[in-house]
């Protein structure tokens, strides 16, 4: 099956600061979904980005479906952006689950 | 829209005990899932259904039961629970159209199993 490796698995900024967080697939898919798990444990979409580039915000995503990975950008962190940042992918097959990556937990401090 | 719903929030269960879990969405989705995320890992999947009256097993389905017999509603029940089964299951759907299959979770339900 389709492996999902996100890094890094760990990072903590100082409020203010940039982060890359980077998501790589071992194979072909059509469905790439962004989630912020925020401390409460509720899971938020943040993009739904299979291929292409989108912004919202501070946030903005890139895939690059061809080379397999993806990138989810936070410019100026905020404390409110800590928490877990899940990449998941679906397989080309309408209707199957996504496969989650093990996240990337980012701490920001003031 | 209330979007996806999950009954109940949590519930602590002895071990043997039985349970469902209710999820219910109103975006007249087809596709329901339902997962379960583990401390320090991603969410994994349980069992799902591409369509009222139909279900599928996941990646981990063992002690696990569904139906969907309502399009809006997915049910997953735990015959005879285990500690093992401690979790926190997420259900979720979504729709295709033109390719397009975003998937919406609902809150969560923390489950103890003693």
């Known amino acids: 099956g389709i492996q999902v490796e996100q890094s890094p698995p760990d990072l903590i900024l100082q409020e203010g600061a940039n982060s890359t967080l980077r998501c790589n697939f071992s194979?072909?898919?059509?469905?790439l979904q962004w989630f912020h798990q925020n401390p409460w444990g509720q899971l938020i979409n943040l993009f739904y980005?299979?291929?292409g580039t989108k912004q919202n915000g501070r946030l903005s995503a890139t895939t690059v479906a061809t080379e397999r990975y993806s990138l989810l950008y936070i410019s100026s962190s905020q404390t409110t952006d800590s928490g877990v940042y899940f990449c998941a992918v679906g397989p080309r097959e309408a209707g199957t689950a996504l496969i989650f990556g093990k996240g990337t937990t980012l701490s920001v401090s003031s | 829209n209330a979007g996806v719903t999950q009954t109940p929030k949590f519930r602590v269960l002895k071990t043997g005990q039985s349970m469902t879990l209710l999820c219910a969405q109103d975006?007249?989705?087809?596709?329901m899932y339902w997962y379960r995320q583990d401390p320090g890992m991603g969410l994994r999947l349980i069992h799902y259904?591409?369509?009222?009256?139909?279900?599928a097993k996941g990646e981990v389905p063992d002690g696990y039961n569904v139906s969907r017999l309502k399009k809006q509603n997915f049910l997953l029940g735990l015959e005879s629970a285990a500690p093992s089964q401690t979790s926190v299951y997420f259900c979720a759907s979504s729709y295709e159209s033109g390719g397009y299959f975003e998937q919406f979770f609902g809150p969560g339900t923390r489950l103890t199993v003693l």
């Open positions: 259904s591409v369509g009222e009256g139909t279900t």
């Open positions: 975006m007249n989705h087809e596709y």
């Open positions: 194979d072909s898919v059509n469905n």
């Open positions: 980005i299979p291929s």
